[in-house]
C-alpha cells in the first residue's frame, strides 16, 4: 500500500523501449546512420541520426523526413511496449532516446517549413512525454 501514496493513479506508469544492442554497437564501430537504419528500420535512434546529420548540412527537407520515420517507428514501439497514447517516456531510460531525438528534430525540422500547428503538437507531446528531454538534447 505504502507504493501508492504520493502517486498520482491518473497517470499511467512510464514506457521504457526495449534496448538495441545491434544498433548501439554499429554506432560506436563508427557505422554511418544510412548504413544501419537498412538493417534495423525500425530503429528510432537511427532515423534521429540521420535527421540530425541531414540538419547540420542544411538539408532541412531530408531531416523532416527521417525524423517523421523515426517518430512513427518509435509510436509503434511504444504501442508494443504498453504505451495507450499518453505518459511518460523517460529520457533517462536510454532506450527511450531515440524516439525522444526523432520528436525533438521532427518539431525542429517542421519550424524551419513552416508547420507552426505541427510545431505546437510536437512540442506538446516531447514536454508531456518528458519535461528535461529539449534541454538534455540541446545540451547535446
Do not use: C
Not at 99 to 128: H, M, N, P, Q, W
Amino acid at each position: 500500500m505504502s507504493s501508492v501514496i504520493g502517486k498520482n493513479l491518473m497517470q499511467p506508469d512510464p514506457t521504457l523501449l526495449p534496448e538495441e544492442p545491434e544498433v548501439l554497437q554499429r554506432i560506436e564501430a563508427g557505422d554511418l546512420p544510412e548504413d544501419i537504419a537498412p538493417h534495423h528500420p525500425e530503429s528510432s535512434l537511427a532515423w534521429a541520426l540521420m535527421a540530425d546529420d541531414a540538419w547540420s548540412e542544411g538539408r532541412t527537407i531530408e531531416s523532416y523526413a527521417f525524423a517523421r520515420v523515426g517518430y512513427h517507428r518509435g509510436l509503434d514501439a511504444l504501442r508494443r511496449s504498453g504505451w495507450r497514447g499518453a505518459g511518460p517516456v523517460p529520457w533517462s531510460h536510454e532506450p527511450n532516446r531515440g524516439f525522444l531525438r526523432a520528436l525533438y528534430a521532427l518539431g525542429r525540422a517542421a519550424a524551419a517549413i513552416g508547420e507552426s500547428e505541427e510545431v505546437t503538437r510536437i512540442r506538446t507531446f516531447l514536454d508531456d512525454s518528458d519535461p528535461t528531454a529539449a534541454a538534455a538534447i540541446e545540451q547535446g
